[in-house]
């Protein structure tokens, strides 16, 4: 067992390493809403004998320290990005989350499934549920609903991150089992029936995947029914195996980035794009995919039209979008973040330039 913080960017995680890497994928855990780690305790050490385990408190809960970043789900994927990459542990990933978690674990492999072996979601909220579900409950659930959103983020933060899964959802082939709550807590039987509905559909984003229905169990599932999960998830770890899922693809490296990123750019991963000059506006939304394919810092210099974002690898700067300049960038290489460079862009431009990234890794 590896038991420690990891200070991100000044940001302390609390992180624990159950089990041994080896042939199989590790195993990623994120707990609900206002949850943290302890919510694993009944199922991970059966994992852990099987493979790598990773649990961890997301910022601000269990040992973890607060973050600056908004409480959305898109902000807590890059934290526990910077977690794995801080503790070395490798890709591909097993992903498991319940309930909010399970939104995380989506949009992680949403927006990076080359890291993705498989999804395992525990009664995860579907992306709809403030549409379609909440309005069918009562109004006394619907008040103990919205008031519970005290611990980390508030109620708009948790809408904006079900927003943020929506807009990132594709069909992808990420082996995906979902295990849905058949005894839910004050729910009618029509309730009952319409959540394990929801919880089905969620299986139309992958074209893998398989649905399970948890008969005796509440919410918490990994509890209420232990056993049940411990095997799911251990003949699910077995049927996949520690391959290279890009091995077949044409990677982007620092040498084709540039033509990659050049019939990726459009107006619609910039407002100011143009034929003429496709990487004005990009700066920022650029920092953001390179760091994301070839890691390193993102960094920023003083212009006339406010910051310029790009990249620094190993010690080297990466400026990809220096074209849009009439004239040469004198570099300041100020240190920034992912949360700066997102003021430049918005989610829908990153998203963009990220499927047509994805694209072009798979189709080529």
Same mark, same amino acid.
């Given at each position: 067992?590896?038991?420690?913080?990891?200070?991100?960017?000044?940001?302390?995680?609390?992180?624990?390493?159950?089990?041994?890497?080896?042939?199989?994928?590790?195993? @990623?855990?994120?707990?609900?809403y206002g949850d943290y780690s302890k919510a694993w305790k009944s199922i991970y050490p059966e994992l852990s004998k099987?493979?790598?385990?990773?649990?961890?408190?997301?910022?601000?809960?269990?040992?973890?320290? $607060?973050?600056?970043?908004?409480?959305?789900?898109?902000?807590?994927?890059? +934290?526990? $990005?910077?977690?794995? =990459?801080?503790?070395?542990?490798?890709?591909?990933? @097993?992903?498991?989350?319940?309930?909010?978690?399970?939104?995380?674990?989506?949009?992680?492999?949403?927006?990076?499934?080359?890291?993705?072996?498989?999804?395992?979601?525990?009664?995860?909220? /579907? %992306?709809?549920?403030?549409? $379609?579900?909440?309005?069918?409950?009562?109004?006394?659930?619907?008040?103990?609903? =919205?008031?519970?959103?005290? $611990?980390?983020?508030?109620?708009? +933060?948790?809408?904006?991150?079900?927003?943020?899964?929506?807009?990132?959802?594709?069909?992808?082939?990420?082996?995906?089992?979902?295990?849905? !709550?058949?005894?839910?807590?004050?729910y009618s039987k029509e309730s009952q029936a319409l959540w394990n509905r929801m919880q089905e559909e969620i299986l139309?984003?992958?074209?893998?995947?398989?649905?399970?229905? !948890?008969?005796?169990? !509440?919410?918490?599932?990994?509890?209420?029914?232990?056993?049940?999960?411990?095997?799911?998830?251990?003949?699910?770890?077995?049927?996949?195996?520690?391959?290279?899922?890009?091995?077949?693809?044409?990677? @982007?490296?620092?040498?084709?980035?540039?033509?990659?990123?050049? %019939?990726?750019?459009?107006?619609?991963?910039?407002?100011?794009?143009?034929?003429?000059?496709? !990487?004005?506006?990009?700066?920022?939304?650029?920092?953001?995919?390179?760091?994301?394919?070839?890691?390193?810092?993102?960094?920023?210099?003083?212009?006339?039209?406010?910051?310029?974002?790009?990249?620094?690898?190993?010690?080297?700067?990466?400026?990809?979008?220096?074209?849009?300049?009439?004239?040469?960038?004198?570099?300041?290489?100020? /240190?920034?973040?992912?949360?700066?460079?997102?003021?430049?862009?918005?989610?829908?431009?990153?998203?963009?330039?990220?499927?047509?990234?994805?694209?072009?890794?798979?189709?080529?």
């Amino acid at each position: 067992m590896n038991d420690s913080q990891t200070n991100l960017n000044g940001l302390h995680l609390d992180c624990t390493i159950y089990g041994e890497s080896n042939e199989f994928p590790t195993v @990623i855990m994120d707990a609900g809403y206002g949850d943290y780690s302890k919510a694993w305790k009944s199922i991970y050490p059966e994992l852990s004998k099987l493979t790598q385990v990773i649990l961890y408190d997301r910022a601000g809960l269990g040992k973890s320290e $607060r973050s600056s970043n908004p409480r959305t789900s898109l902000f807590m994927v890059e +934290e526990l $990005r910077e977690l794995l =990459k801080s503790k070395k542990v490798l890709p591909p990933y @097993i992903l498991v989350g319940h309930s909010y978690g399970g939104v995380n674990m989506r949009l992680f492999n949403n927006l990076y499934p080359q890291e993705v072996a498989g999804l395992v979601l525990i009664d995860s909220t /579907p %992306e709809d549920y403030a549409e $379609r579900f909440l309005p069918t409950m009562s109004e006394e659930f619907k008040v103990a609903y =919205k008031k519970q959103f005290t $611990r980390e983020g508030n109620f708009h +933060e948790f809408m904006e991150s079900l927003k943020q899964l929506h807009k990132s959802n594709r069909v992808s082939g990420t082996p995906t089992i979902v295990l849905s !709550a058949g005894k839910k807590d004050h729910y009618s039987k029509e309730s009952q029936a319409l959540w394990n509905r929801m919880q089905e559909e969620i299986l139309r984003f992958t074209t893998n995947g398989q649905f399970l229905i !948890a008969e005796n169990s !509440a919410h918490y599932i990994q509890n209420d029914e232990p056993k049940l999960v411990i095997n799911i998830i251990l003949r699910y770890i077995k049927s996949l195996s520690n391959t290279n899922r890009s091995k077949n693809r044409k990677m @982007i490296n620092e040498k084709n980035l540039i033509d990659v990123l050049f %019939e990726s750019w459009s107006i619609n991963t910039s407002s100011k794009w143009s034929p003429e000059n496709p !990487a004005k506006g990009q700066c920022g939304v650029t920092s953001l995919i390179v760091q994301d394919f070839l890691g390193g810092e993102i960094v920023k210099t003083l212009m006339p039209k406010g910051w310029h974002f790009y990249n620094k690898i190993n010690g080297i700067r990466y400026d990809y979008t220096s074209s849009q300049f009439d004239k040469g960038v004198h570099y300041s290489d100020i /240190p920034s973040n992912r949360a700066e460079a997102f003021q430049d862009t918005n989610l829908e431009q990153y998203l963009t330039l990220k499927k047509n990234m994805l694209s072009y890794q798979i189709n080529r």
